[in-house]
């Protein structure tokens, strides 16, 4: 019997699992539905894995439920072993189909086949090498799923073959029932993380995720028995899944219930502002004025998320990231844990983690008072400062010395670049960055300002190039 008429019996019949299983929700797919799109939906065949354990809604046990007849070839290897034809797996293996191809869980005929207990399919697939320790995107193994659906012979005969159920430790962010997985969980088995590419700043390093560059932070292994630390990990997460801006930096998703856990974000192969000064030193003044747009736009944004801001308290070069058509993206926010005193004011429920060694911290985090959003646009100040002038504060004294200067003594670096700039833009920097923090103007008041003096300038010729520029 050719492929096409084996598959359409098979479609005639109960489909026992044609459960699709998108953003949490379930729902079925039905015969009419021939969008090629669906080529790549997510079936559930069969029992599930031993580690997501969830079976077909039982309302709709006496419905014929059908699969689309464009299932591309993964996808009847995997149907086929679901009903344990054996024929059809041998057909389609004979086609060159790749015995270990996987679904989007990372599924492959070998597990499908243990956790249905299909013993003469089972030996098929391992007779044309299918891979025995194969892991699915909740790091289950053909053999952990025999042993828990009870398949004794299909499990003794992986366990002959030197198959290793693995040990599995719970992460402290585990769910309780599979449904309730985030759907932000990323399969670890899609990271390749590539340690001799890792970025040296902060604690992210360079990985591939499905082909494409990310940034990884892995959490250290001695790290889950701290409180702290995980408390720390659930927080950064919180806050990166609940943004979406242009101009911050973009969450990709999450490892939370296979160890290491892991959070992952889009890579920035220009590297941060930090890096970037260092090459370049003073900028011009129509790259000034944009990237401090780009900055104040996604400060702008965080200040004003609901039903919460979200306060920076870190934002510095080496956390405003740039991606490769230029754009700057705010990152690093989250590392600091707040304590809310009001809507508007917080504390750190950290201090001592608080690096007072920085010429971009307010004086109200430097001397661990109550403090409100303005310490991030104090921080800006300083970074428009910098920007202008091509080095920070009182360079070259020490961060540490800069800090103490601007912070305990109040005291102000003076503007040697005061012919090249617009006068409004340094009028501008001594209100972000004034000791008195009401006198500081909110991100929306300096996108309003920065515009008009864009504005200005491009009016009056003093930006040749302003006008090419795309954010204007």
Known sequence: MDMKKRLTRGISRQFSTGSLRM????????QNSMDPRNNNMRFSFGRQSSLDPIRRCPSFENETIAVPDNLDS???????????????????????????????????????????????????????????????????????????????????????????VPKLRNTPMTVANPREVPEYELNPLE???????????????????????????????????????????????????????????????AVTQNIPMMIVIEYHPRGDLGSYLQKKGRL?????????????????????????????????????????????????????????ISPDKAKSLQPQAIDRASTYIAPEIYKDE???????????????YEMMEGSPPFHPK????????????????????????PPDLRELIEECWNPDSFIRPTFSEIIVRMNKIVANCSKHGWLKDTLKLPWL
């Open 284 to 340: 011009s003044p129509s790259k000034v004025l944009r990237f401090a747009l780009d900055i104040a736009r996604g400060m702008n944004y965080l200040h004003e998320c609901k039903p919460d801001p979200i306060i920076h308290c870190l934002l510095m070069p080496k956390n405003i990231l740039q991606d490769n058509g230029g754009l700057l993206k705010v990152a690093g926010f989250g590392l600091i844990r707040l304590s809310n």
């Open 23 to 30: 953003s949490g929700k379930f729902s079925f797919k039905r």
């Open 191 to 253: 990271l390749q993380i590539r340690k001799r590419d890792g970025i040296s700043k902060g604690s992210y390093q360079v990985a591939k995720w499905n082909g494409t560059k990310v940034s990884v932070k892995i959490l250290d292994k001695d790290s889950y028995a701290d409180p702290e630390i995980i408390n720390a990990f659930k927080h950064e997460l919180t806050l990166l899944e609940r943004v979406r801006h242009p101009n911050v930096v973009q969450f990709v998703g």
């Open 398 to 421: 020490s961060p540490e010395e800069a800090a103490r200067l601007m912070c305990k003594e109040g005291k102000r670096p003076s503007f040697k670049s005061k012919s090249k700039y």
């Open 74 to 164: 993964t996808m009847q290897l995997l149907f086929m072993a679901c009903k344990g034809d054996v024929n059809g797996v041998k057909d389609l293996l004979d086609e060159d189909v790749d015995v270990n191809s996987i679904d989007l869980d990372g599924r492959t005929a070998l597990h499908i086949a243990a956790c249905e207990g299909h013993v003469e399919v089972s030996k098929l697939l391992l007779s044309r090498k299918a891979n025995i320790d194969a892991r699915d995107r909740w790091g289950s193994t053909a053999a952990a799923d025999a042993k828990y659906y009870g398949n004794n012979e299909v499990y003794n005969i992986l366990k002959a073959r030197g198959a290793k």
């Open 370 to 384: 109550i403090f409100d959003r303005s310490v991030d646009v104090y921080a800006f100040g300083v970074l428009l």
